[in-house]
């Protein structure tokens, strides 16, 4: 995995070129099918891979927390959600809650989430790439290639089976 994650940056930078040009083709000309080609990548995707070991996502990012986020992990951890942002969260530059260092607070050293029953709803939906509508974060996506192993092989299998 550690080789994987080495190569990772360099393999989706290389590819960066190539996947903007693909995905400002889809956004341009949506196969009807692509949410179920999507579902269906990030399915056969995940059933091999174990976030477990990797966990570069809570490594390497942070998760923007919604106030539902926000009353949730706090109620879990029995304080006030004034308190949880105080000790774990800052605003960003648009405006939003998110940690206030990476690698996750909330990761063991295990790679294992300490409050994944209620983690926010980013973590929960990374790397999206099961999303309705998948051709409206194809900017997210880009991103999220260089960082998640899974999304890059979703990516790369996409373009196999949906050619444009």
Known sequence: ??????????EAKDKHIENKK???KLKKKTPKNLDYVMQDLHDAEFKKT???KCANCCKTTGPLFTD???ERVSKYLRQ???QFIAQYLQ???????VLQSVPCTFLDNENACMIYDVRPKACREFPHTD?????QITDLTLKN????PAAFNIVEEMKKKLPL
Do not use: G, H, S
């Open 131 to 135: 999303r309705k509508k998948f051709q």
């Open 68 to 70: 539902a986020d926000i």
């Open 145 to 148: 290639v260089a960082i998640c």
């Open 1 to 10: 995995m550690d080789t994987i994650l080495n190569n990772l940056p360099k």
């Open 91 to 97: 605003i960003d530059e648009d405006r939003d809650y």
């Open 50 to 52: 174990d976030c477990l």
């Open 22 to 24: 693909y995905f400002d």
């Open 80 to 82: 006030k959600p004034q």
